[in-house]
C-alpha cells in the first residue's frame, strides 16, 4: 500500500498511520508507506501533534519522493491531489482521494475523510484476504 501527496508531510502520513492501525487490528498484512511528488523536509507539525496525541509519534518521518521502484512494487497506489502521470506503471491499482480538504485548514477534517476512506479500503482488503 502506497499513501501519495505532494509534500508527504501530513495527508499521506496521517493514511498511513490510520491504515496500520486499523490493518492491525483486521489481521491485514499488507503494510503502508507514503511518499511526495514535492516532498518537504519534515512532516507538518499540527499532524504530528495531532498523531502524537493518538500515541502514534511519526516526528522521525522524513518526507521522501516517490520513485517509479516505489510505484511498481505497490499492491495499490492512493493519491491525494497528486498527479504521477508518467510515473505510473501500466495496470496500477491507483485510487484518487481527491476530496479529502487541506490539513493546513481543517485537519480534523482532513483526519475524518481519510479515516472514512481507509476503513472503507481495510474492509475491501479484509474481504480480498477472506
Not at 499521506?12 to 486499523?22: I, K, M, N, P, Q
Not at 487490528?25 to 511518499?35: E, M, P, T, W
Request: charged share 20%; net charge negative; hydrophobic share 45%.
Amino acid at each position: 500500500m502506497l499513501f501519495l501527496c505532494p509534500h508527504n508531510a501530513a495527508k499521506s502520513v496521517l493514511a498511513v498511520a490510520e491504515y496500520d492501525r486499523l490493518a492491525q487490528q483486521r489481521g491485514i498484512s499488507l503494510r503502508a508507506d507514503s511518499a511526495g511528488t514535492e516532498p518537504e523536509a519534515a512532516p507538518s507539525p499540527a499532524v504530528v501533534a495531532a498523531l502524537r496525541a493518538d500515541g502514534i509519534d511519526v516526528a522521525n518521518h522524513r518526507p521522501c519522493l516517490v520513485t517509479p521502484e516505489d510505484l511498481v512494487e505497490a499492491h495499490r497506489i492512493i493519491t491525494f491531489g497528486c498527479d504521477i502521470g508518467a510515473l505510473a506503471p501500466l495496470g496500477a491499482a491507483i485510487v484518487a482521494w481527491d476530496d479529502v480538504p487541506p490539513v493546513s485548514r481543517d485537519l480534523e477534517g482532513a483526519r475524518t475523510a481519510i479515516r472514512q476512506h481507509v476503513e472503507q479500503l481495510v474492509a475491501e482488503l479484509a474481504a480480498e484476504q477472506g
